[in-house]
């Protein structure tokens, strides 16, 4: 079987989490550009330029199931919705996620609010980027996948021998440098791939069973 066939209504939803049009967002391109290649329909979404504020734990989204806030949070909502699988891309910030990932992942309470199993049975991958080789990086990697372990995405990692969290850079602060580090594409091209096989592997489930019945 062609996995083209099967994946066309596959969207992978790939977040950046940089304020900055720079290595965070080089390489989760990179990562969608893979995806695309193997069939995968995708979708970029930056908080670059973006309004996006911080949650306020006021419990509105409790009692009215949409959140008080309105801002270009309303624009990421819909495709969240959509997507089957989630890329979250992170500079690392004081040895963790950037605000503005955090702030993304805090808001997403609302739609949880709304449908407690939103999230659950997407399939999640996670980028980290950090100016130096032992930044923080999975540190930030780690935050993200508590994220999807609370909301019912499951997480991926790249497996054994380079790529165990998920994709990993070291950027020295310089796009040039991202776009030079062999190592970080390894451990993306990995992540990529396993990601894009559990997807393959739950699209084609029903079939399965069903020929087994």
């Known amino acids: 079987m062609k996995y083209d066939a099967v994946l066309i209504d596959i969207m992978i939803l790939g977040i950046s989490g940089s304020p900055r ?3 965070t967002e080089h390489v989760l ?16 979404f930056t908080v670059r330029g973006k309004n996006i504020g911080f949650c306020r734990h006021c419990d509105y989204c409790l009692k009215n199931k949409t959140c008080a806030i309105k801002d ?7 495709l969240l919705k959509n997507a089957r699988g989630l890329i979250f891309a992170t500079p690392v910030y004081n040895g963790g996620v950037s605000a503005q990932t955090k702030a993304v992942m805090d808001r997403c309470r609302a739609l949880v609010a709304a449908d407690f199993d939103f999230f659950r049975g997407k399939v999640g991958m996670a980028i980290a980027v950090g100016g130096d080789r032992i ?7 780690y935050q993200i996948i508590t994220f999807y372990i609370l909301n019912g995405v499951i997480p991926v990692g790249g497996g054994s021998f380079g790529a165990n969290l998920g994709a990993t850079f070291w950027s020295r602060d310089t796009l040039e ?4 580090d062999e190592e970080g594409f390894r451990s993306l091209r990995k992540t990529v791939r396993r990601f894009a096989s559990l997807l393959r592997d739950f699209e084609e489930l029903p079939a399965r069973r069903a020929a087994q019945r």
């Open 21 to 23: 049009n720079r290595a």
């Open 29 to 44: 391109s990179r990562a969608l550009e893979m995806l695309r290649e193997s069939g995968f329909e995708t979708e970029l």
């Open 72 to 78: 270009d949070m309303y624009e990421l909502y819909p």
């Open 135 to 141: 930044g923080g990086q999975e540190a930030a990697i």
């Open 177 to 180: 440098d991202v776009q030079k």
